[in-house]
């Protein structure tokens, strides 16, 4: 049986991003290596992981594309799901991120909001599907 079990971004600093995690929403560090070129954060069931870009320049040889703040986000967004999107969102540009997008009720009823951390990766933090 196949498992979804974890997501890896490739960010310059470990340690700092699962800092601004913890801060922005309350998440808790699971595992960093002692080099903090990796680490995870405990969110629920799947796993977000982080894994410096030299970590990632050693494991795929043909390199990748750096997400960057300065740069349009890529097409691809995490989701975090809370009742109060409003306080979230304070939370998190009070840690540093970027907002993108005010919070809008979509047809369907879910809030939703978006902003990109500090290496310029974007969230979604939205109201759970009813």
């Known amino acids: 049986m196949m498992k979804f079990a974890y997501t890896i971004f490739y960010v310059q600093d470990v340690a700092k991003t699962i800092e601004f995690y913890e801060r922005a929403f309350g998440f808790t560090a699971k595992f960093i290596t002692p080099d903090c070129s ?14 410096s870009t030299s970590l990632a320049n050693s494991n ?10 300065q740069q349009k986000p890529f097409g691809i967004e995490i989701g975090f799901t809370t009742d109060d999107v409003e ?16 919070s809008k009720t979509k047809p369907w009823g879910q ?16 109201t ?3």
């Open 60 to 69: 795929l040889k043909a390199g990748f594309i750096e997400s960057s703040i």
């Open 111 to 126: 809030v939703v909001a978006y902003v990109r951390d500090l290496n310029g990766f974007l969230i979604e933090i939205c």
């Open 87 to 102: 306080s979230a969102i304070k939370s998190a540009i009070e840690a540093g991120a970027v907002l993108v997008e005010e």
């Open 38 to 51: 990796y680490g995870e954060l405990l969110t629920g069931e799947t796993t977000l992981s982080f894994a």
């Open 128 to 130: 759970p599907m009813e």
